[in-house]
């Protein structure tokens, strides 16, 4: 069946240093992808998007790759704060009609240390 | 702009009961779609309702159920309450345009069964 997953359940980095956190999906048909943070008792938030007719895209100190070869995306972090404390959560979507309907990784916890 | 507002925040629940959540999307949303948050299972999509007709349904029983009223709040029902169901219920608006997974997610409410 279709699923999303994260490599790594919780991740540790320094204060300062950039953060790489890892996405695999299973679904070739996927051809939208998201990800999310979710930081203690709130609900997701909308970090960054990416299609399947990029590689690359760039935010406010966030870029995903897309490397549909291997059905891998990522998000890095530049510069991680310690506000990017946070559960990080790809996910995908597919065809025209299914927004609303997005299928979520486990999701991957970044630790920031000060 | 105010965001997505669920409510109740938390409620406690015998087996065998049901129980409904509501959601007020932010305000010009048209799409309304429910998840369901589970340390084991993740996030998992329930359904997603747009001009209150229901457009997307995950891999949930029939006793989860859902409905939008005119003025595109949502509600959802669960009936005959199993332990199972102990979750967070979370709610995610956007305008609902095709093929976009932008959502914004409120706060959720944290179901128990007991």
């Known amino acids: 069946g279709e699923s999303v997953g994260l490599h790594l359940p919780t991740l540790s980095v320094q204060e300062g240093d950039n953060s790489i956190i890892n996405c695999a999906y299973s679904n070739s048909a996927s051809d939208y992808f998201i990800w999310y943070k979710q930081e203690s008792g709130k609900g997701p938030q909308f970090i960054i998007d990416i299609r399947s007719n990029m590689d690359k895209r760039q935010g406010q100190r966030v870029t995903v790759l897309l490397n549909k070869t291997v059905k891998h995306l990522s998000l890095q972090i530049a510069a991680t704060q310690p506000g990017d404390s946070a559960v990080y959560f790809c996910?995908?979507?597919?065809?025209?009609?299914?927004?609303?309907?997005?299928?979520f990784g486990q999701g991957t916890t970044l630790q920031v240390k000060p | 702009k105010a965001g997505v507002t669920q409510t109740p925040r938390y409620l406690i629940k015998t087996r065998g009961q049901q129980v409904t959540l509501s959601c007020s999307p932010i305000?010009?949303?048209?799409?309304v779609s429910w998840y369901q948050q589970t340390p084991g299972q993740g996030l998992q999509f329930l359904f997603e309702y747009f001009s209150e007709t229901q457009r997307n349904k995950g891999n949930f029983p029939g006793r989860f159920s859902g409905r939008q009223f005119s003025n595109s709040r949502s509600e959802m029902n669960v009936s005959t309450l199993e332990l199972g169901d102990s979750a967070l219920y979370l709610c995610a608006s956007s305008y609902g345009a095709e093929n976009t997974g932008e959502l914004f997610f409120g706060e959720g409410s944290r179901l128990t069964v007991l």
């Open positions: 996910a995908e979507t597919y065809g025209s009609s299914n927004t609303g309907k997005l299928i």
């Open positions: 305000s010009g949303h048209r799409s």
